[in-house]
């Protein structure tokens, strides 16, 4: 690194980097290496599928452009930064001669200063000039607002920033609109509140020169959708009032982020991957807990694996950052940790969980106290994804598979130090992709990572934004919305207008399309399917809100009886209010938690595609085409602390969740299944298995997140009794794996399309199990809940794909 | 996945089927050629007898602009000339407000001698704006002021909007009188609710007849574009029309009341242009309404009120024996066990800092306990007590 002036150049983004050290009475001198080292040599390495070192990196840095102000460069200086890194710089000759860009480099590698400079320097040169903000967020717009006014206030520059939201008080509002020249906002706000009254913020649009979109991985799937559609509004009415912006995205690790970004704008994104950041060496571990019962394949629980793993570093003093994939995972694994660190004369205050349903001010309480110390470890769902601005700490401990290679990645990439070793550590669960990772783990650094996919033409999420799209400014003749096709849109402006809530006029080269309705049509989109709007959760007994929830989590963790987890307390649900998006909990001790069955019930609308699959003497019929599915909680366990065992079951009375989406669906005739020799609940049971497989490997396979993926096995037609109940002979099985995104998002044509391919790695996956008889990480365990061992179960669905023709290809 | 299936699929209302077989009609007024195109126009003048209900409009001439701006609370409106006021009232497709809600028809009223003129702009069809916002323009430009009814948070800046999307540049805005909040601050204290037809009803002695309910006009735009009938569109003109004349007489109507006491008027007015009056710092004026208030025999709430706002001026001009016999007013009206106790509050305060009579200060003092609590109470009974010993 050089030096200027006798001390380190230090390059932006190192600001945001680590802990203050404070000596603690706990404090010993040791770090990750001495860990790493004490697990290699007291046994837990025997588990450890995989150990991967990546070389440290030395910085790549540049001089300050010339063309900057000399009033940004002090702004600068100021903060010790006297020169870029070469990422930061390629960023900013890019954006500054109007290329869309895109930064996909890692955590704290001094990310925002690549759209802050361009726009720092835009305002230096026109104070006329605007600037638009998007945080997923609103705690990140806030995050960003204190250190952005900062800095422009050192850059001398006269015009302010102000964050739009909610939250925002009426007469800011006003001065938002009049005065600012950095707007930050969310895509939420800009949909509802800014758009549909682009008039009053003309002197935004009219000077809009950037727009930044940060933390673009984190919309994909129905969000992006909109985002993607809120963005085509945008250019629609910055082309209205004469502008036309520079985006400037930035991305945590996904496969495509250029492809996504210019999928969300719809023009040509530059690509800046290559961070000119330093970073320590780092180690990856995967760790599978070993197998305690072999005969079901239950292997050692990986929360408490997890738990004695973190244990272990926080005792040697290194900040460690714990991720689980479930609240409910996170709160367990919180109060083990407080317990056993009890015991080694540590704080347990040091120990804290974080996660989207703390309330604000909560959060950045802890944000502070991981700062100065204070805390040592934080256990958190994917909040901390967000890059909430804590810098990186020195290991990472993922409870679980996160479902995507890119989430995986987005985690690990919390652990990074500028010089020393960091550590980063998977601890596999027993569920089928976990064990499928925990085996292949070089798949880890060689196969490709997740994209993250929209389709901002989902027919749903297009016509709700076309129709705010005509409340903002009427659509004319050859008007252009993003890529869609000229006829697809007028297709659907005579929809909207046959119902009445667009009314075309003629004019001179075809209708123009005028809003026509006494409504707000924003304020019926929500971008974020069901999930903005929260349930709130208040004590009984303090009786104030102690967290918020989403909707789609409230039926599985809010129901009535429900044991919700909050900061370590166990609190019973008493009343869930489903009209006023109210829970009412009071704090219990029991001695179990609970966790929610659900049942989901595909029905065939219709179909689109068909094929035969025939192979051999039994043909199968595969499908794709239009469903629906309806989901809904049928019940809860009972799950003992500690030992896990299920101790209760419950019922839970909650209205259904219907969608309407694609399905690529898989059928086998009955009288094959009443051709076989065993009973037919075996046969059904073993398709199930079948479909856990397909559903593994099809997730895989689509570099996809699992959770995006539904299956289910039942039957075509909607008036058969579900299989679950239906011992006699009737319908003909099917299975189903279905886009859960509402519309889809194009993964079940894909999987249909691959049909015989996603049998032929089903069985690979299968038949390369080390179990005997199926275990969670292959078909499931057998779900008959009979002691009595079933015939092999794993080798009567080998037996059925023998008979349709899938044979063993090695 | 064919679009329109797709579209088939989607959960929404059938498509509106309209009787497009009915008789048009045709629309009052005519279209004429301005140089931005065409304009539907209705274009009326109104006799200066006319009344509105029992209000002759041609008193809005005769308003003082002084007393108008102090009944708006507004210094800009001293020096405006009320004869050149333009009166506006719009009716929209929609209550949302936004970019995408439009006024099809602006009503602009002025006086042109003693006459009222009436003006009413009808968008035949959407996305023919620009004529009338230019007509609108250059009559804003004519104008002294504009006065509205809820215009500021409602009209004006659904018309803002407008000049923006159709690119005609938005007139300057001259002061702006929006009725609705003055009729508020005089009438909240006997009104439940301060819309139009309340106010026409209350104020003007006006009762329409077969009036269009307002909530039903942007659904009967909306069937005129689709080729209705025109016939509720020129009940929706008449509306119009008649919130427009309601304006000019609800000004005079308000102003007047307001330039000299009318002995006839409800009290709980008076007591409000008193209090007006008084935050404008005009006295003279804050003490005959208060006086009117007092005497008009009104319930006992506002003649306590009444007393009270007498005796806060007294004290203020240093008038205390005008306060003490105020104070002891308000507590002779006073029935009600609250108001009384405050009414004591006052009065052991004026006794104590005032006229330094402890002795009475603190007959007073025992009675406080309902306006200032227990604990308060108690502590001024015996500090008045300690000084009263100290004192003898």
């Known amino acids: ?810 | 996945m064919s679009i329109k299936r797709s579209l088939a699929r989607l959960a929404h209302a059938p498509p509106r089927s309209l009787d497009v077989a009915a008789v048009r009609g045709a629309l009052p007024g005519q279209t004429t050629q301005t140089e931005h195109g065409e304009l539907h126009l209705i274009d009326e003048y109104l006799e200066p007898r006319h009344h509105h209900g029992r209000a002759p409009i041609a008193n809005a001439l005769c308003v003082s602009s002084e007393r108008l701006a102090q009944l708006a609370l507004d210094p800009a409106l001293e020096e405006v000339d009320i004869k050149r006021a333009m009166f506006f009232d719009t009716e929209t497709t929609g209550l949302a407000g936004g970019t995408g809600t439009v006024p099809f028809l602006i009503g602009i009223g002025w006086f042109e001698d003693e006459s009222l003129r009436i003006q009413q702009l009808f968008l035949p069809e959407l996305g023919r704006e620009a004529p009338m916002l230019h007509w609108v323009r250059e009559r804003i430009r004519q104008s002294s002021c504009l006065v509205s009814f809820n215009g500021k948070t409602f009209d004006w800046p659904l018309l803002r909007n407008r000049f923006v999307m159709n690119r005609v540049r938005a007139p300057k805005l001259p002061p702006h009188l929006d009725l609705l909040h003055c009729a508020r601050r005089i009438l909240k204290r006997r009104l439940r609710s301060i819309r139009l037809v309340e106010l026409e009803r209350e104020v003007l002695g006006m009762y329409r007849e077969d009036d269009v309910s307002g909530a039903l006009i942007p659904q009967l735009y909306f069937d005129y574009l689709d080729g209705g009938d025109v016939s509720p569109i020129a009940r929706v003109i008449e509306h119009n029309a008649n919130d427009l004349i309601a304006l000019a007489a609800l000004v005079a109507e308000l102003v007047s009341h307001f330039d000299e006491v009318h002995g006839d008027d409800d009290p709980r007015d008076h007591l409000s242009y008193a209090r007006l009056a008084e935050r404008t710092g005009d006295r003279g004026r804050a003490r005959s309404f208060a006086k009117a208030a007092a005497d008009g025999g009104g319930d006992a709430a506002c003649t306590v009120e009444a007393h009270l706002l007498t005796a806060r001026m007294a004290r203020r001009s240093g008038d205390f024996e005008d306060e003490e016999r105020a104070l002891l007013d308000a507590l002779r009206a006073a029935t009600e066990d609250e108001l009384r106790s405050t009414v004591q509050l006052l009065l052991s305060k004026h006794y104590e800092h005032r006229r330094k009579d402890l002795a009475r200060a603190l007959e007073h003092a025992v009675a406080t306990t309902l306006a200032e609590g227990e604990e308060a109470s108690h502590r001024r009974v015996l500090r008045l007590e300690r000084r009263l010993a100290r004192q003898t």
């Open chain 1, 1 to 810: 690194m050089s030096t200027v002036g006798g001390r380190p150049a230090r390059p932006f983004g190192e600001q945001k980097r680590g802990l203050r050290r404070v000596a603690k009475p706990w404090d010993r001198p040791r770090g990750a290496e001495e860990v790493l080292a004490r697990w290699e040599s007291d046994g837990t390495w025997r588990n450890v599928t995989w150990s991967h070192g990546v070389e440290a990196h030395e910085p790549s840095t540049a001089a300050m452009p010339p063309s900057l102000s000399p009033a940004v460069v002090r702004a600068l200086s100021l903060r010790g930064v006297d020169q870029l890194y070469s990422h930061q710089a390629d960023a900013f000759e890019l954006a500054s001669a109007g290329r869309h860009v895109v930064v996909a480099t890692p955590t704290a590698s001094g990310k925002s200063l690549c759209y802050n400079l361009p726009i720092l320097q835009a305002l230096a040169s026109d104070s006329s000039a605007r600037a638009l903000y998007l945080f997923p967020t609103k705690a990140l717009s806030r995050d960003q607002e204190e250190s952005l006014r900062q800095l422009m206030r050192d850059a001398e520059l006269a015009i302010g920033t102000i964050t739009y939201d909610g939250d925002t008080p009426n007469d800011a509002r006003r001065a938002a609109r009049q005065r600012a020249g950095v707007l930050l906002t969310n895509p939420d706000m800009l949909h509802a509140g800014i758009m549909p009254h682009h008039t009053a913020w003309a002197r935004l649009f009219s000077n809009l020169k950037y727009v930044v979109i940060d933390e673009l991985h984190t919309y994909r799937g129905v969000f992006g959708s909109h985002l993607a559609n809120v963005i085509r509004r945008l250019l629609r009415i910055a082309r209205f009032h004469g502008s036309s912006p520079t985006f400037l995205f930035a991305s945590a690790t996904i496969g495509n982020p250029q492809e996504h970004a210019q999928r969300i704008c719809g023009e040509p994104v530059e690509l800046i991957d290559q961070s000119g950041a330093p970073t320590g060496p780092r180690r990856l571990v995967v760790y599978n807990p070993p197998v305690v019962n072999a005969e079901l394949g239950i292997r050692q629980s990986y929360l408490k694996t997890a738990v004695r793993l973190t244990q272990d570093l926080v005792r040697a003093g290194v900040p460690t950052l714990v991720f689980g994939n479930s609240r409910n995972g996170v709160e367990v694994m919180l109060k083990y940790l407080r317990d056993r660190v009890v015991r080694d004369q540590i704080d347990p205050a040091a120990i804290h969980a974080y996660r989207g349903g703390y309330l604000p001010d909560t959060r950045r309480r802890i944000e502070a106290a991981l700062r100065a110390g204070d805390i040592r470890c934080v256990v958190a769902t994917n909040a901390l994804e967000l890059g909430i601005d804590i810098g990186a700490l020195d290991a990472v401990v993922c409870a679980g598979y996160p479902g995507t290679m890119a989430g995986l990645w987005q985690r690990f990439g919390r652990a990074g130090r500028r010089r020393d070793l960091s550590l980063s550590v998977l601890v596999s669960s027993s569920n089928p992709i976990d064990q499928y990772v925990a085996r292949h783990p070089r798949q880890l650094v060689s196969a490709p990572i997740e994209h993250a996919r929209i389709d901002p033409n989902n027919i749903e999420i297009l016509i709700q934004h076309l129709k705010c799209a005509a409340f903002e400014l009427p659509f004319e003749p050859n008007d252009l919305y993003g890529d869609v096709p000229d006829d697809v849109l007028a297709e659907a402006l005579d929809y909207l207008a046959d119902h009445g809530v667009i009314h075309p006029t003629p004019g001179h080269a075809g209708s123009i399309y005028h809003w026509a309705s006494d409504s707000y049509p924003a304020n019926n989109v929500s971008l974020r399917s069901a999930s903005w709007d929260n349930f709130v959760i208040i004590d009984l007994d303090g009786n104030k809100t102690i967290a918020e929830m989403d909707w789609r989590s409230t039926h599985t963790m809010l129901h009535e009886q429900a044991i919700y987890q909050h900061e370590g307390g166990q609190y019973q649900v008493e009343r869930l209010d489903f009209d006023n998006h109210k829970a009412f909990v009071r704090l219990v001790k029991p001695d179990y938690y609970t966790t929610a069955m659900t049942h989901s019930k595909v029905t065939v609308l219709e179909q689109d595609q068909g094929a035969t699959i025939d192979l051999d003497e039994v043909p199968l019929e595969a499908a794709l085409g239009d469903v629906t599915v309806v989901e809904k909680v049928v019940g809860y366990k009972k799950i003992k602390f500690h030992t896990h065992e299920n101790v209760g079951y419950g019922e839970v009375h909650l209205p259904e969740m219907q969608k309407h989406t694609t399905a690529f669906w898989l059928t086998f005739p009955e009288e094959f299944v009443q051709s076989q020799p065993e009973p037919r609940a075996v046969i059904v049971d073993a398709l199930r298995g079948l479909s856990k497989a397909m559903h593994v490997v099809g997730a895989v396979g689509l570099m996809i997140d699992p959770r995006d993926l539904g299956r289910t096995l039942g039957s075509r037609t909607e008036d058969e009794a579900p299989p679950s109940n239906a011992q006699g002979p009737g319908y003909d099985p099917t299975i189903f794996l279905y886009d859960t995104v509402a519309g889809g998002i194009g993964l079940a044509p894909r999987l249909f399309e691959e049909r015989e391919e996603l049998l032929r790695r089903a069985r690979h996956l299968i038949e390369s199990c080390d179990c005997d008889e199926g275990c969670p990480g292959c078909i499931g365990p057998d779900a008959s809940g009979d002691d009595e061992p079933e015939a092999a179960r794993k080798q009567l669905i080998l037996g059925l794909l023998d008979a349709v023709g899938i044979r063993a290809t090695h």
